[in-house]
Nanobody, 117 residues
Framework: QVQLVESGGGLVQAGGSLRLSCAAS????????MGWYRQAPGKQRELVAA???????NYADSVKDRFTISRDIVKKTVYLQMSSLNPEDTAVYYC???????????WGQGTQVTVSS
């Protein structure tokens, strides 16, 4: 059973920064990609940023130039560096990983990010 453990959420003022971490229980190369999603109250879960096994990244338009996804292969961890945060970024952030062979999606438990104005 794959485990994804997120950390780093919290309360921050508008304009501030946070870094989220997602630690996987096995090599991140066993996934075809990993990503961060978020879900705000009353809204659908949306993709924020993703990184493929080859290292390619993509971002939602709303976070481009503010968020950066990266990874540490040795630590089996994916990060989301968030800067210039605004209240619209308030949501529960979830880590996601796609099983390479089957495409099955694993999810972390989520971490709350709250941005105050």
């Amino acid at each position: 059973q794959v485990q994804l453990v997120e950390s780093g959420g919290g309360l921050v003022q508008a304009g501030g920064s946070l870094r989220l971490s997602c630690a996987a229980s096995r090599s991140i190369f066993s996934f075809n990609g990993m990503g961060w999603y978020r879900q705000a109250p009353g809204k659908q879960r949306e993709l924020v940023a993703a990184i493929t096994s080859g290292g390619s990244t993509n971002y939602a338009d709303s976070v481009k130039d503010r968020f950066t996804i990266s990874r540490d292969i040795v630590k089996k961890t994916v990060y989301l560096q968030m800067s210039s945060l605004n209240p619209e970024d308030t949501a529960v952030y979830y880590c996601n990983a796609g099983e390479r062979l089957t495409g099955y999606a694993y999810w972390g438990q989520g971490t709350q990010v709250t941005v105050s104005s």
